[in-house]
């Protein structure tokens, strides 16, 4: 069983697209968490949101506690985005989804 | 800015050897934490510690054992290393005693491949 979905799992994009990765969840939460994963291994925290939406920089990140799904959108991107983009989920415990591969191509 | 290291980014080892991966943070945080990562299952826990000497299971905790004698530092044992623990390895770590499950501070991991 998934407690948290990713999609797509993998993502292409043309330097300069808007990026969107969804995320859904199917547990009670008390926080949920983007974060970034470079090649090489180390994850670093993009959000961390309990409602509504945060902004950093290009980065937006939104939840819908109702419909258990949060977005996170890339603006104007460009090729150090490139990452995988990992959605988590704290409430009980943490809960990680498998993540979303983004390549940006200049 | 918080700071969590990791003794080593690459490991080689032998079927059958004892393994020591070491995980430090400077920030005084309570909370640490070992996972796995491996393609398409994403991070599982395999232990975290809330506090000097205490430990509890995570989701997978077979084959491994921990240790956290002194606060900035977290240790996961191999007893007995096979090729099914291949993976890589990352330690996190957050503070606030009570709320558990705040952002967790990352390492850079450990890429261990098992001959």
């Known amino acids: 069983k998934n407690e948290v979905e990713q999609s797509p799992q993998n993502l292409t994009a043309q330097e300069g697209e808007f990026i969107t990765i969804n995320c859904s969840y199917s547990v009670g939460i008390s926080a949920l968490h983007w974060l970034q994963q470079h090649p090489g291994g180390g994850i670093v925290s993009l959000f961390m949101l309990s409602s509504g939406k945060k902004k950093h920089g290009r980065l937006i990140a939104t939840i819908n506690i109702q419909e258990k799904h949060s977005s996170l959108h890339i603006t104007a991107s460009h090729p150090r985005d490139s990452a995988v983009y990992i959605c988590a989920v704290s409430g009980n415990q943490f809960y990680f989804g498998t993540g979303t591969s983004l390549t940006v191509i200049p | 800015d918080v700071k969590v290291t990791q003794s080593s980014r690459y490991l080689v080892k032998r079927t059958g050897e004892k393994v020591f991966l070491e995980c430090v943070q400077d920030?005084?945080?309570?909370?640490m934490f070992w996972y796995r990562q491996d393609p398409g299952l994403g991070l599982r826990l395999i232990y975290f510690s809330y506090d000097v000497k205490m430990k509890e299971k995570g989701d997978i905790p077979e084959g491994y054992s921990v240790s956290r004698e002194k606060k900035e530092r977290f240790s996961l044992i191999l007893e007995s290393a096979s090729t099914n623990q291949t993976s890589m390895y990352l330690c996190?770590?957050?503070?606030?005693?009570?709320?558990?499950?705040?952002?967790?501070?990352f390492g850079p991991g450990t890429r261990l491949t098992v001959l």
């Open positions: 920030m005084d945080h309570e909370n």
């Open positions: 996190a770590s957050n503070g606030l005693r009570g709320l558990l499950y705040n952002e967790q501070f």
